[in-house]
Every structure is written in structure tokens, then in C-alpha cells.
């Protein structure tokens, strides 16, 4: 009878182990199909990722202000009051429309009220900034103030590891 019973549970678990693999087998398969599928949405999505990285490099690195050539430059006419014009235009200060062009601030003061002129790179960067828009000013700015804000921590880092060397050296 012991013989009679394991034999019938051992073709139930034949039978039963047969209609698990009719159904699991496909589903592995599709699971396989699946997991390349992710494999290869992945690669896809690493190739966009350093395409992208690599275009916002080369923005960051285009200047915002339009090149202008010497001649242009030259022949632009820049009055005191079209310097001003043109920084309240793009709602500027003076101290901004000067972190733009590269001077101080009084710079910009003495060309606005006529003191003095703006010569060679200062005349084309303002020449430039005629060019320009708010928003891709605004745009300028703040990619100036994150570099400007880099340039700080890299130099506060730099202070900390040279003041922890002198006192290891001590």
C-alpha cells in the first residue's frame, strides 16, 4: 500500500511539476526579453546622458554677449547717454553693467556722465550687450556669480589643506 500511495503522489508531482513548467517557461522567457530590454534602455539612456553633459559644457562655455568685431566696435557710437540707456534697458546697476563688461563700477559711473569713454574690449563687450536681451542678461549674471562663488570655495579649500599642512609640519 506504502508503494501504491508514493507512486500516486509522485505522479501527481510529475504532473504538477509539468503544468508549473508549461506556464513559468514562457514567463521566464518574457522576464529575459524584459531584462534586455532594460539593459539596452539603460545603455540608451547613458549614451544621452554624456551627450547631454557635453552640450551643456559647450553652453556654458558660449559666451551670452554677442562677439563683435573692431570695426564694429569703432564705428558704434556710445554716448553717456546711451550707455545709460542701454543699462537701464536691461534693468542693470552700474556695479552689474560693470561685472559685465569687466570694469569697476565708477568706470561705468564716468562713462554715464561723460568723464571718460569706454576703449577697445570694454566699447566691444558694450556694443555686444546692445545685442543682448534681459533674460539672456539675467542668464549671464548668474552663470558669472556661480563661477565667481567656485573660484571662492575652491580658494577657501585651498586655504584649509595649506593651513592644515603648515600645522602638520609644525
Keep these: 500500500m ?8 509522485e505522479a501527481i508531482a510529475r504532473g504538477a511539476r509539468r503544468q508549473v513548467r508549461v506556464v513559468v517557461m514562457p514567463l521566464r522567457r518574457e522576464v529575459l526579453r524584459l531584462r534586455r530590454k532594460v539593459a539596452e534602455f539603460q545603455r540608451a539612456l547613458t549614451i544621452l546622458r554624456r551627450s547631454a553633459a557635453g552640450w551643456e559644457r559647450m553652453m556654458e562655455a558660449a559666451e551670452l554677449v554677442p562677439q563683435v568685431s573692431e570695426a564694429e566696435a569703432k564705428s558704434a557710437r556710445l554716448s553717456p547717454r546711451l ?13 552689474a553693467l560693470a561685472w559685465l563688461v569687466g570694469v569697476s563700477a565708477p568706470a561705468v559711473a564716468h562713462w554715464e556722465a561723460g568723464e571718460s569713454t569706454p576703449t577697445g574690449q570694454n566699447r566691444a563687450a558694450l556694443v555686444g550687450l546692445r545685442k543682448v536681451g534681459k533674460r539672456e542678461v539675467k542668464e549671464l549674471l548668474t552663470r558669472r556669480a556661480k563661477e565667481a562663488e ?4 575652491h580658494a577657501r579649500k585651498r586655504r584649509r589643506r595649506d593651513k592644515r599642512r603648515r600645522r602638520a609640519k609644525n
Design 2 to 9: 506504502a508503494k501504491l500511495e508514493s507512486a500516486i503522489k
Design 83 to 95: 550707455i545709460q540707456s542701454l543699462r537701464k534697458r536691461l534693468e542693470l546697476s552700474q556695479m
Design 150 to 153: 567656485s573660484r571662492r570655495s
